[in-house]
């Protein structure tokens, strides 16, 4: 297959974002930080002669258990006492965590989620194989979540049920959404026929940070692979509800890449594409810290 | 339950990329730091000392907290035994991905029933499970109560609160354990330290 349509351009927001430990913005933090709250945030803590800091105040999903419980203030902080004493009678300091963008300092590299979708036999694993290395040698960490591999382990609860098939990829998406925070580019190649889905996953990741790589390969040519033998079961009735024959495979109407299928004898190899892949995620800053 | 006739549908997809490349391009191997212990014990300040540290050192690592969790890949899950249940092996099946990506993946959670955590502990193949059990005593741990939960869980608004009227099973083999030294509970840099030493003894912060 051949032919890349590159969309343009979702714009893209680096480094800009709190990553899930609630970090705030900067590029790169000294040893030590520390932001002033006013006093109404202090939080007494036990009386000892040792240091020893608060773990963060958080509403904790625990708390939530009764009906009639009201909701702590939401913060995150840890004190910090010197010598026993606060520091000033009325601040409280408090220390920061490790934050997305130290990560991508270190990895020097922007987290994303390359979200490659399309029919069975379309080429994701294999564009997905091609990409993580052609972005390995450049020194770039990905990692690839398998729709197949993910359902031996996190999703092995999950059967091909309607729900299921939703829950399955709200989890790829929520540990994808995880792995980008890492710094991590992360790819997800999965057929996640449904575009309500596609979108749910897309909506939990700030603007630019979600890729959707759709790959635009005929009925007929991914049939015709038939690489798990899969479209001759559906065929003969023995799978009920397979992509494409007898399930709807809903195409993307906004993506940022397509990779179009233009011939069998064509010349673009699965390589080719990565690179085409990865020229748009240089463009858009992901591959530097 | 495995998916009901579905299995030979499924294949593994092998990539000329794997754990000793990523392992390779980080300088480090990955493994699963899973600090357990009571509310208020410590382990998210921990959590959060010991990735600077990691970060320190050019290490990186990356902490899955139980909280942060429940907001995001767990927050259909409720409070019920089979959910607490399910939070825990979601929580060690994500971990275990982030460690065959090569990350120091540092899971910091109550975790309080042995088998779940071992049976975490059993879904890495290697010995790349390090268990870190924060062994403060309850009336610290209360005394402290950060998040005002024991407060609330004595005042009978929580039930089923760890420590309170729900066990905390402490383990019987972890790799690290962090106590109280004459009273006094270790500073958090000093507790990192010696969750690195035992990452460097054992050649995690390499790779060969």
Not at chain 1, 231 to 247: H, N, P, Q, V
């Amino acid at each position: 297959m051949e032919g890349l349509a590159i969309r343009a351009s979702r714009p893209s927001v680096f480094c800009s974002l709190p990553g899930l430990d609630g970090d705030s913005q900067r590029k790169r933090p000294p040893s030590d930080v520390f932001l002033k709250l006013p006093a109404e945030n202090r939080k007494i803590v036990a009386n000892s002669a040792s240091f020893h800091p608060i773990s963060a105040v958080n509403v904790s999903a625990q708390a939530s258990l009764t009906a009639d419980f009201p909701a702590l203030s939401e913060t995150n902080l840890k004190e910090r006492r010197v010598n026993g004493k606060e520091k000033a009678e009325n601040i409280v300091w408090h220390e920061s965590s490790i934050c997305r963008c130290d990560r991508q300092q270190l990895l020097q590299q922007k987290g994303c989620v390359i979200w490659i979708t399309g029919l069975s036999g379309s080429g994701k694993s294999t564009i997905a194989c091609a990409l993580s290395k052609a972005l390995f040698e450049r020194g770039k960490l990905t990692y690839t979540l398998d729709g197949d591999n993910v359902r031996h382990g996190l999703n092995r609860d999950l059967t091909f049920k309607s729900e299921h098939r939703t829950e399955n990829i709200r989890r790829i998406g929520e540990v994808a959404k995880l792995f980008a925070d890492v710094g991590v580019i992360c790819i997800a190649s999965l057929i996640s026929p449904y575009r309500r889905d596609r979108d749910a996953c897309r909506s939990l990741l700030p603007e630019g940070d979600f890729v959707e790589v759709f790959m635009d390969v005929p009925l007929p040519v991914c049939e015709s692979r038939d690489p798990k033998g899969l479209y001759k079961l559906a065929r003969a009735g023995k799978i009920k509800g397979f992509t494409g024959i007898d399930d709807p495979y809903e195409a993307p109407l906004n993506c940022e890449v397509v990779l179009k299928h233009t011939g069998e004898d064509s010349s673009c190899s699965p390589r080719q594409m990565a690179e085409n892949i990865i020229s748009y995620l240089q463009n858009k800053g992901y591959l530097e810290g | 339950m495995s998916t009901v006739g579905n299995s030979t549908n499924i294949f593994w997809q092998e990539s000329p990329i794997g754990k000793a490349e990523r392992q390779k391009l980080l300088n480090q191997k990955g493994c699963v730091v899973w600090i357990t212990g009571l509310s208020g014990s410590g382990k998210s300040t921990l959590a959060c000392s010991l990735s600077r540290e990691l970060n320190n050192r050019g290490k990186l690592s990356y902490i899955l907290d139980g909280d942060n969790l429940r907001h995001g890949l767990n927050k259909d899950l409720g409070f019920k035994a089979e959910d607490r249940v399910e939070n825990i092996r979601r929580v060690g099946e994500v971990a275990k991905l982030f460690a065959d990506a090569g990350l120091i993946c540092i899971a910091s959670l109550i975790s309080p029933y042995r088998k779940d955590r071992d049976a975490c502990r059993e879904m890495m193949q290697d010995s790349s499970f390090i268990e870190v059990y924060m062994n403060m005593s309850l009336q610290l741990c209360e005394a402290r109560d950060p998040k005002g939960l024991y407060k609330l869980a004595r005042a009978g608004k929580i039930k089923g609160f760890t420590g309170i009227d729900d066990p905390y099973e402490s383990p019987l083999n972890c790799e690290i354990e962090l106590k109280e030294k004459e009273g006094e509970c270790p500073s958090p840099v000093a507790m990192a330290e010696e969750v690195i030493s035992y990452l460097e003894d054992k050649g995690f912060l390499q790779n060969e």
